[in-house]
């Protein structure tokens, strides 16, 4: 084996490597100019670091902790004082910068139910944003538009105000104006006009997500039939399960067909409840989210989520009126360690949950999402108790 060792490479060995197939235990990972090269075991450490160039490459011992691939967060709003709905260009860097920090290399830019005006306008900086040449941080692949066509019985943090039923005339100029920035739209599939909607989001290449939804268990399959593949914050904002009628979360549960979001941070779902979810999706039925609002990293305090006041208290987000959850404070790196540690999930599965699999989602798991040989270098390091150490996007240290 023939090391290619300039001055862009990375070493880093002494590491639990989590690969898409296996985890490389005490094992050795190195990339060049941003893409990963090769990997490797205790048995072939000394052949590969024996052959690299002291003075061209950067050794990381990773101290016998954890390698996983960057975090793909398909659902967040803001960060750090700062939201998706009106953030210009350098609050989209504060943003992404943010995340980053707390092992996002990929994200949706989310939105929450507005005017159409108001969401023209998002889609117009995002667009403008990912035509720069190179995104500083964490990479947003696109928009995901939250509503506005969503059930006005299970609104929870969207402003009811604003709530439609499907408009196939504003998804045509949204794709005409915007091409390719809309990755994902969540809806209310029992609303008058959804079925259609689904259909026409998914010849779009769209991700047809339910959420903010009354759908009996039905409704839900017949969604899937139209297209329909994803569903938001499983068990938040939707009709929960009935032995007589599974309703939305029993059609997410047993519909293979369905990827399932959850918010793993104890407050929005209790621990057993993802648990269950994990069992009954499998390892690559499931994603972490963190459906962050901008207040997150900010600490206790009152913020704004789509016009309506929110009270942060002890990390929590809840609505000043009504007391309902408004998004969350968490960031991926603690959605991960929460699953791990609190709902029982191996590390190998959590992984995949965030990163592999909304990386399938997305039709990017060619590029990113796991850590093989030829795919993108974003890479994090955690310590033994899974505590996030370092952060390369696309082979570039952020962390």
């Known amino acids: ?23 490389l235990m005490n ?8 893409r990963i090269e090769a990997m490797g075991t205790q048995a072939t450490f000394e052949a590969a670091f024996g052959k690299l160039n002291d003075a061209l490459t950067e050794k990381i011992d990773g101290a016998g902790g954890w390698v996983l691939p960057g975090f793909i967060d398909v659902h967040v709003h803001g960060g750090y004082g700062h939201d998706f709905m009106d953030a210009d260009a350098a609050e989209l860097d504060i943003i992404t910068r943010f995340h980053a920090m707390h092992g996002t290399s990929t994200m949706l830019a989310t939105t929450v139910t ?98 903010h939804t ?14 329909l593949s994803h569903a938001v914050h499983t068990f938040n904002a939707m009709r929960g399960l009935h032995h007589r009628e599974p309703g939305t979360v029993g059609a997410v549960m047993g519909n293979p067909a369905i990827m399932a979001e959850v918010i793993a941070d104890g407050h929005h779902v209790h621990p057993a409840a993802i648990s269950l ?11 972490l989210i963190t459906d962050a609002m901008s207040a997150a990293g900010l600490g206790d ?23 309902s959850l408004a998004g969350s404070t968490l960031t991926m790196i603690a959605a991960l360690r929460f699953a791990v540690l609190n709902a ?56």
Not at 311 to 317: E, K, N, Q, T
Not at 376 to 393: F, P, R, Y
């Open 1 to 23: 084996m023939t090391l290619n060792t300039n001055p862009k490479t990375t070493f880093l060995y002494n590491a639990n490597i989590v690969t898409a197939d296996t985890t």
């Open 27 to 34: 094992g050795w990972i190195y990339w060049v100019d941003g």
């Open 114 to 211: 507005a005017p159409k005006t108001e969401l023209d306008l998002v889609l117009k900086r995002v667009t403008a944003y990912r035509k720069q040449a190179a995104m500083p941080f964490a990479q947003i692949l696109g928009v995901h538009l939250e509503g506005p066509f969503i059930s006005d019985q299970w609104c929870g943090a969207q402003n009811p105000s604003h709530i439609v039923a499907p408009q196939l005339a504003w998804l045509a100029d949204w794709t005409d104006r915007f091409p390719g920035t809309i990755r994902m739209q969540t809806l209310a599939p029992e609303t008058e006009g959804a079925l259609a909607y689904i259909t026409a989001l998914t010849q779009q290449g769209i991700i047809a997500a339910l959420g």
């Open 214 to 227: 009354d759908a009996t268990y039905a409704q839900v399959e017949a969604a899937v039939q139209h297209g």
């Open 277 to 287: 979810l994990a069992q009954a999706k499998g390892p690559e039925g499931m994603l």
């Open 301 to 323: 305090g009152e913020f704004e989520l789509g016009g309506l006041s929110v009270i942060v208290r002890d990390g929590v987000a809840r609505l000043k009126e009504g007391d």
């Open 344 to 399: 029982g999930i191996r590390i190998e599965h959590a992984s995949r949950m965030a990163s592999a699999n909304p990386a399938r989602q997305l039709g990017i798991e060619g590029t990113t999402g796991s850590l093989m040989p030829g795919l993108q270098a974003d890479v994090l390091l955690l310590n033994a108790q899974l505590e996030l150490e370092h952060v390369w996007i696309g082979g570039r240290s952020i962390r």
